[in-house]
């Protein structure tokens, strides 16, 4: 195809090792069918959904989901006690297994196009263009100011029994209730016989509710906390009250008021409501999951704070679902078929200005000089600069592409060129995509096709070599680019572990010695001639399909 796209960020930028200085990367603007933000629970089931439907997803997330300060994560059947970062890892590998990108960044803003498709901020002034949009957002929890609880807050300091109740079992539990609309928890009381209860702000606070604690034995004070204390392990000690009395503890339970992630989403006119609680506000959708703007979904705690992450995931599992059906109707009323895929690259390749130099890859020159031209396969031939100096150098040219953007300009320089090259509009991960011929040179020059569980794509490159022939696969080294960075000034716009890499196609290679004699797998500094600056090194691997 062409370069993979920038991977990047202008603030934390990787150093550029010749050039000293931070390295800038493009804007960019990407397609896809839907847009998911949030890329937890409910946003990566979503996904895993609509990847298995064909549809091009791509998932935003800034790392920041709701129970991040749990060490564990309970009451979720099949991974019970997992870490949570543990199950987003997990979800994240099975969405990527598809080809479906996890960008790590932020969206800000959301508005209505034109043409009915949605246009996404991302930090960095990236954009994505979608037909759908998700909120998978979460929420935020509002800790009541009491000095001790933001640190405690998901280990010594709880709020859900159904979350960390058993790991509290029979132990020396505060509750403090800091607003009438958080009152005592009858499933704390069952869960051990030493609770005690503060009543910290009694405002509006049923009394019958006190009067039915007490009775059944548990220890109730009318007072103000003014801290929780720790022990020299940093574990949960015992809270302070404002009188100065001290009641031991094990754990604190404390109740949040939340409130939705949704301001993202103002820009489509979309507010949230009181959540009937009173402790904070929720985004209303209807039982498919949309909201009252059409196209636009959402799943998990933005729209109700008391689903746990099982049920989040399985909104977002449901709600993914209905998002599928609802492009499939569309497509079929217009009599489409569309490919996501491809509209994102074809927008890539739609300007008059060319996306990449017109020069060709200089190791594809470098490597080949010692081949007798033959037929050759141009894996993703972009706008065709490999394909065209390879058939003005004597070989015959099949050049493929995703985008049929990309291919017209080729077409276009082929004849102005006078030369000949075979066209073929296809995606990697279509059956039987280069079609039946096999070739004595098959060129992946920095080519980006997705990651499929059966590896069909990679299984077809791999088939289009003829026996005796050379398989040259170049891509970027990715290595600087995986550096941590700050997601509110910057977004990764493309997912590297979505697309096959080199190095995948080498582990095949690897696998199967009686066929294929790799030659050479090395990364090397880029050579010169490209248009983009901010990939240094390349990875090369030249191998050869054994003849029969
Ligand atoms: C301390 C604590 C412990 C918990 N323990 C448990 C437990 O043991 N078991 C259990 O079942 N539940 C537990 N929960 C509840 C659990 O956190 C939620 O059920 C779950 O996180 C909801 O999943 P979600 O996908 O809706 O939202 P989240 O998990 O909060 O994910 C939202 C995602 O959206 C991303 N995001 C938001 N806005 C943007 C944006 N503008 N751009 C890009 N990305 C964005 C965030 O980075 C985040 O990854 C706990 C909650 C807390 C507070």
């Not at 479906?100 to 960044?105: A, C, F, I, P, S």
Request: proline share 6%; glycine share 10%.
């Amino acid at each position: 195809m062409s370069e993979q796209p920038a991977q990047g960020q202008h603030s934390a930028l990787p150093k550029h090792p010749e050039r000293g200085g931070p390295v800038q990367y493009p804007t960019l603007e990407r397609h896809c069918d839907v847009a998911v933000i949030g890329g937890s629970a409910a946003g990566l089931a979503a996904a895993l959904q609509l990847a298995r439907q064909r549809r091009s997803v791509i998932v935003v997330d800034d790392d920041t989901p709701r129970n991040a300060p749990a060490p564990h994560m309970h009451g979720y059947l099949g991974r019970e006690g997992t870490a949570p970062g543990e199950l987003t890892r997990i979800g994240r590998a099975e969405v990527l297994s598809y080809g479906r990108e996890v960008l790590t960044g932020r969206v800000t803003g959301v508005r209505r196009r034109d043409d009915g498709r949605f246009g996404l901020d991302l930090t960095g002034g990236h954009t994505l263009v979608a037909r759908r949009v998700l909120a998978a957002t979460g929420l935020t929890d509002q800790l009541p100011a009491i000095d001790g609880v933001a640190e405690q807050w998901g280990h010594g300091v709880i709020h859900c029994p159904f979350c960390h109740g058993f790991e509290v079992r029979h132990q020396r539990l505060v509750q403090i209730v800091t607003h009438p609309l958080n009152p005592p928890d009858p499933l704390f009381r069952h869960l051990t016989d030493r609770l005690t209860v503060v009543l910290h702000d009694r405002t509006g606070l049923d009394k019958g509710v006190v009067d039915a604690l007490a009775a059944s034995g548990v220890v109730v004070e009318h007072n103000e906390v003014s801290r929780i204390l720790t022990g020299p392990d940093g574990e949960v000690s015992g809270v302070e009250l404002g009188d100065g009395r001290i009641l031991d503890a094990d754990a604190v339970v404390v109740g949040s008021r939340f409130r939705a992630r949704a301001d993202v989403l103002a820009g489509v006119g979309l507010t949230t409501t009181p959540h009937p609680t009173g402790a904070g506000d929720a985004l209303a959708v209807d039982p498919r999951g949309e909201t009252i703007v059409s196209g636009v979904y959402a799943a998990g705690n933005v729209t109700d704070p008391s689903l746990q992450v099982l049920p989040s995931a399985a909104q977002g599992s449901q709600v993914g679902a209905m998002i599928a059906v609802s492009l499939a109707e569309e497509d079929l009323r217009n009599a489409a078929r569309l490919s996501g895929e491809e509209a994102d690259w074809d927008h890539r390749y739609s300007g008059i200005e060319r996306a990449w130099s017109s020069n060709p890859n200089g190791t594809l020159v470098h490597e080949i000089t010692d081949l007798a031209p033959g037929r050759a396969l141009d894996v993703g031939a972009g706008e065709g600069a490999d394909a065209l100096w390879l058939a003005e150098h004597g070989w015959k040219v099949t050049a493929t592409d995703i985008s049929g953007n990309a291919l017209a300009q080729v077409r276009a320089e082929t004849v102005r060129r006078g030369l000949a090259v075979d066209l073929l509009r296809s995606d990697a991960n279509d059956p039987a995509p280069f079609g039946t011929e096999t070739f004595d040179l098959v060129s992946l020059q920095y080519g980006s096709f997705k990651r499929t569980p059966d590896q069909r794509g990679l299984r077809s490159l791999l088939d289009a070599v003829a026996p005796g022939g050379t398989l040259l696969v170049v891509h970027h080294d990715l290595t600087p680019f995986s550096e941590p960075f700050d997601v509110a000034t910057q977004t990764r716009m493309y997912d590297p572990e979505a697309f096959v890499g080199v190095n995948e196609v080498a582990v095949a290679l690897t696998a199967d010695p009686e066929t294929w004699h790799i030659e050479v797998h090395e990364t090397r500094p880029r050579p010169p001639g490209a248009a983009s600056t901010h990939h240094v090194d390349d990875v090369v691997l030249r191998a050869t399909r054994r003849a029969i």
